[in-house]
């Protein structure tokens, strides 16, 4: 498209030097995005492939180690993701309807229900620290958490490799809770760009690509959940 | 059509935002699968409970990125991206568990033959 002369004033206030339109701008980001969730991916998929190869050859372990984890604050959590994730969604829509209320509703929901998924998350993590359940060589379950189990589980004996289930389990969750933290820094930072008024039904791309993000966060969360809390 | 007719760059066509009950019923269908997931963990099915757990997981999946990521709606190129990086993550994990689960009877009968505990 050319420019008429003196065009300059009338070029919009984000859309970079080195693209022609906001369309291509957007376009262009949003691929970038879906290449980067792509890595994202399979990242993940090389942690997976290692819960894989340790289910396979020790699913006792899994069957065992697993109830060392409540599902029902992994359960709690996941509904906290997914109701993060359609608030995110949320927030996409009123950018582009150029709802700004909305907007900062939507943007600060989402950023509060990770916080929520962190706390929970916290909770597990220093209650399974605090009875020894760690990773690796390190893992000395205590004797409580041990008459906690069900009794079907006490009747048992403890399997070896504990300390690896761990490892997992910490690796996986560790690194999806950091994606959740970096999520949050990404949550600030839009509600300080809406409350300036930068989004709108002309450029929402960076909360459209926050979303994405965001919902693959919640898309991995969505496996981790089942894989080391249910089954 | 000429040039002041045509909206000036960056003015970009008003957005096509989702409707609200394709985001909410999305979200209705996540928590239905999450509590259908739960459920079935609760019976025991032998191998079948992870195979059960995997399939809710990737519908569950499925809904998030073709509504909420709304890959549904956009160019194919994004789709063939997403898709492709599933399908090797799977490859992957599926070749090395089948590999793994080859090697283990002899690794086993090794290990019974010198005394050792299980690896």
Known sequence: MTTPSGGEAARPRFLAEHFESMEAQLETSTTGIWLFLASEVLFFGALFTAYGVWRANHHELFHYAQHFLDWRLGALNTLVLISSSLSAAWSVRCAQLGRRRGLLATLALTFALAGVFLVVKYFEYSHKLHHGVTWGASFHASEEILRSLPA?????????????????YYLMTGLHGIHVLVGMGLYVWLLRRARRGHFGPGYYGPVDAVALYWHLVDMIWIFLFPLFYLV | MTDHTVPAPGHAAAPHALPARVLLGTA???FVLTAATVAISRVNLGALNAVAALAIAAVKASLVALFFMHLKYQGRFKAVIFTASVLFAVLLVGFVVF?????????????????????
């Open chain 1, 152 to 168: 079907a589980v006490r009747a048992l004996p403890v399997p070896e490799h504990m300390g690896t289930f761990f490892t997992l």
């Open chain 2, 28 to 30: 209705a269908a996540l």
């Open chain 2, 99 to 119: 590999d793994t689960t080859q090697y283990q009877p002899d690794i086993r009968a090794a290990a019974a033959r010198a005394g050792a505990p299980r690896p």
